[in-house]
């Protein structure tokens, strides 16, 4: 995990030093990103302390450099525990929300971004299923868009996503193409 952030990390500040043009124009985008998701709590008793590969599908609707709308696509993985047993817990789901941001730069932008998460789960003992969850929570998180080109950005990010009593953290790496 810290090996994924260290290098989420030193592509984005990488990408800043390039000269290019302004990041989040006004438009359609549609966007990918993949990362680590980490897990730690304790569900009945079972304490859980894992990360799993992660990847969220994104499109939405920039209206500036300071406010745009999304929804898309995001699954966490499974994360696993291995002890006299397997216990293993999966989920996956819809979001909707809003970004903010504040350009830094005409190439550079910082944002937050917050909304809904609608998902469901599967948790498992060895390969049974014991429970199969399903909730709407909120997520929050930061990040940093640089522009690679006039429609394509590179996106460094963490989310936070509420899982219900639970939450769930994913650091990622991905890309937005502008239309």
Known sequence: MKNMRTTGLALVAAAALLPVSAVADDG???GGSVGS????DDFDGFDVDADSNAFRLVFGYQFSDAFGLEAGYHRFGTF???R???FELDADGMFVGANVGVPVSDDFRLFARGGAFFWDGDSLINTVTRATP???NLYLGGGAEVAITDQLSLVGDWTRYELRDTDS???????TIRF
């Open 134 to 136: 399903d909730d709407s």
């Open 37 to 40: 998701a980490t897990l730690t």
């Open 84 to 86: 006299d047993f397997l």
């Open 80 to 82: 696993e525990e291995d």
């Open 28 to 30: 359609f985008f549609i």
């Open 169 to 175: 953290d994913v650091i990622s790496l991905g890309f």
